[in-house]
């Protein structure tokens, strides 16, 4: 058999796992989860999430791949010899999938904001005329759907490619551009009249209006942002070396992501807040309000344009790793294979995700408990599917494997003692299951009426 692969150097795969972690989610979802959600309460809760469940499981899912170094299938029989652990690696293909299925919608979107940018269509509206303008561009069938077809043959191409030669590379430049850019742009956005209006939106909690649904909201954005619960880290994991410290490495994925999300709260609310816009909008919002914000600076086009290439490439990113996930277990025993196999994965998943491109256009009043169908398989993916994924991954790590292997593989690379990693079991046996399980009921109204006999 072949040596499985590995990537190119440390900072290689911290920055392609933190390219997998940082796109969609902490860029164009977070504000708009947070926006419906009530701001500051919510971050205040994804916070939590992010520290308390979201960093252990990233760990946990780095020392099973690396222990494994074998695709998210066969990690869990690796670990777990003659057992049916492997399901959980199924579900987290699946996951990949289906999250794909709708992500590049998003990335198609994204594609069409550029080709207007370049047009010349995103200045010189009145502040409040984006929202409708982005609304008429997405509405079109043909053009997203087109748009879609191109993010997930971009991904392709790259997947395609093997992992050193493609992830790594295109991982490499496009962080710290990103980051720039974000902090010009939010730099311009707290200087607008009235932004401390929108940043006391993001900050400031007020739990009067906190729902069941936000507390759950805020439990997914926290898995899907560090893409964890899917086992999509578990095979990033395992192309790495033992010298890797997984602990950094996780911690530092975290800062940036924490950071990103922040940044993007910060360069849209007082936006928001100032051009009198609704922070409830929708997956529209960043779309909405971006271009009105760039729109007040010098060079304000050039600059937009510049952001949604950026932004393009965060989520191209985080496409890799999906597609990679689920070209990792089909290639396990035949890595010639690579190539069709990924574009064989790469037309299924823009199959399954027309319905919902077309959410915001012509199926725009199909819906499905209340939800189109774009919504429902984001909100299956992100709320559903990642927090279960989690929640099994942390039973398994807790509970079914050898401890001593665990901290001898985290020990691997970093100066941890035993203090940090008893720690770390605690939040995996208790704190991750019991907070997943304890959100999912409340979601379900289940907790309420148990409180409500007493
Ligand atoms: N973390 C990615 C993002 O924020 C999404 C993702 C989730 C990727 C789960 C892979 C697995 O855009």
């Not at 469940?53 to 869990?76: H, T």
């Not at 950094?248 to 924490?258: E, G, K, P």
């Not at 940044?263 to 007082?270: C, H, Q, R, T, V």
Request: charged share 10%; proline share 4%; aromatic share 14%.
């Amino acid at each position: 058999m072949e040596q499985h692969e590995q990537w190119n150097s440390k900072l290689g795969f911290v920055l392609a796992a933190a390219g997998s972690a940082i796109g969609l989610g902490a860029i164009w979802k977070f504000p708009y989860v947070a926006g419906t959600g009530g701001g500051g309460a919510f971050f205040l809760i994804f916070l939590l999430f992010t520290l308390l469940l979201g960093f252990p499981m990233l760990i946990g899912e780095f020392v099973i791949g690396r222990n494994a170094q074998s695709d998210a299938i066969s990690a869990y029989r690796k670990l777990k010899p003659n057992s049916n652990w492997s399901f959980v690696g199924k579900i987290g293909v699946f996951t990949n999938f289906l999250l794909l299925s709708f992500y590049s919608v998003v990335g198609g979107w994204i594609i069409l904001y550029i080709i207007e940018a370049v047009r010349g269509n995103l200045h010189g509206l009145p502040q409040d005329q984006y929202g409708q303008l982005f609304g008429e561009t997405i509405a079109n069938p043909i053009s997203t759907l087109l748009a879609q077809l191109v993010f997930i043959l971009l991904t392709i191409v790259v997947v395609a490619k093997g992992v050193q030669q493609g992830i790594e590379k295109a991982s490499k430049f496009m962080m710290p551009a990103l980051y720039i850019l974000f902090f010009i742009i939010v730099i311009r956005s707290l200087t607008l009249d009235g932004a401390m209006q929108g940043v006391e939106f993001l900050l400031v909690p007020d739990f009067t209006n906190l729902t069941s649904e936000t507390i759950l909201f805020a439990l997914g954005q926290a898995f899907f942002t560090l893409s964890v619960g899917a086992s999509t880290m578990v095979t990033y994991a395992s192309y790495l070396p033992k010298k890797q410290n997984l602990i950094t490495s996780a911690l530092a994925i975290i800062i940036m992501n924490i950071l990103i999300a922040l940044l993007a709260g910060l360069a849209i609310f007082p936006g928001v807040l100032s051009f009198g816009l609704e922070p409830n909008a929708g997956p529209v919002l960043i779309f909405a309000v971006l271009p009105a914000v760039f729109d007040q600076l010098q060079f304000g086009v050039v600059f937009l344009l510049a952001f949604l290439i950026l932004f393009l490439f965060a989520a191209l990113t985080s496409a890799f790793s999906m597609v990679e996930i689920i070209v990792a277990t089909l290639t396990k025993n035949n890595p010639k294979k690579r190539k069709p196999y990924t574009w064989m994965i790469g037309i299924l998943i823009f199959i399954v995700g027309i319905p919902s491109c077309l959410s915001y256009g012509v199926l725009a009043d199909v819906t499905l408990f209340n939800k189109t169908f774009f919504d429902l398989v984001d909100f299956l993916v992100s709320n559903i599917l990642l927090p279960s994924g989690a929640l099994l991954i942390s039973i398994f790590l807790s509970q079914r494997v050898s401890k001593s292997m665990l901290f001898e593989e985290l020990k691997q690379g970093s100066t941890i003692g035993k203090g940090f990693f008893t720690g770390w079991i605690f939040l995996m046996k208790y704190v991750v299951p019991i907070a997943i399980i304890i959100v999912f009921l409340d979601a379900l109204g289940v907790l309420d009426r148990f409180i409500s006999l007493f």
